[in-house]
């Protein structure tokens, strides 16, 4: 009995030796630092989810400072693209399509105040600012002079 376990545990010993062909298979780490209970693996868990910066120092604010910048004003072009093109290049709804200069030529004459406005509150079956909810009035501006742009 004693000897059919021994034969067994050095069979799984040299099963598991030619399976793996190096430790570095078994673990990134170098012997010692493998366990659960390694120094390596509990300074891991006692990693804190977040940390402390202190005034002064810079804690990745330069990164987020970059980040708003990417994040400022969208382009007219932009705007459109996301939040008018849906309408205006395919004409659902009646829209007058983007670079359609008859369809706009008759609105283009109202004004550029007039066009920006009723793109702001609506008009008919356009809806306020094109349904961007998340667009300042400026965007809506900028979206409204690029079509007028792309349209005369
Ligand atoms: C759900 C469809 C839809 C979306 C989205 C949409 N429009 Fe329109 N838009 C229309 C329709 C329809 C008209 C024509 C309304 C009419 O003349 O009765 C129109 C008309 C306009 C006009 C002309 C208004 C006038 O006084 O003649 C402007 C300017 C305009 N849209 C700007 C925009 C801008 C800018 C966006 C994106 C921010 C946008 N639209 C998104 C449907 C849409």
Redesign the pocket.
């Known amino acids: 009995m004693l000897t059919a376990s021994l034969v067994l545990v050095a069979t799984l010993f040299a099963a598991g030796s030619v399976a793996a062909k190096s430790t570095k298979e078994i673990s990134p780490y170098p012997l010692g630092e493998r366990s659960v209970f390694s120094e390596r693996a509990i300074a891991e868990r006692l990693q804190p989810v977040g940390s402390v910066c202190v005034e002064g120092e810079d804690c990745g604010t330069a990164a987020a400072a970059e980040e708003q910048v990417a994040s400022g004003p969208r382009s007219g072009e932009q ?2 693209q996301s ?2 093109a ?3 290049t395919t004409g ?5 399509k983007t670079g359609d200069s008859a369809a706009w030529g008759s ?1 283009i004459a ?1 004004g550029n105040a ?3 406005k ?2 702001i509150e609506g ?5 306020p ?4 909810m998340d ?1 300042s009035d400026d965007e ?1 501006k900028a ?2 002079e690029y ?2 742009e792309q349209s005369q």
């Open positions: 705007v459109h939040a008018c849906a309408c205006h659902a709804a009646g829209a007058p609105r109202k007039t066009l920006v009723h793109a008009f008919n079956a356009m809806p600012k094109g349904m961007c667009c809506i979206a409204v079509m007028v």
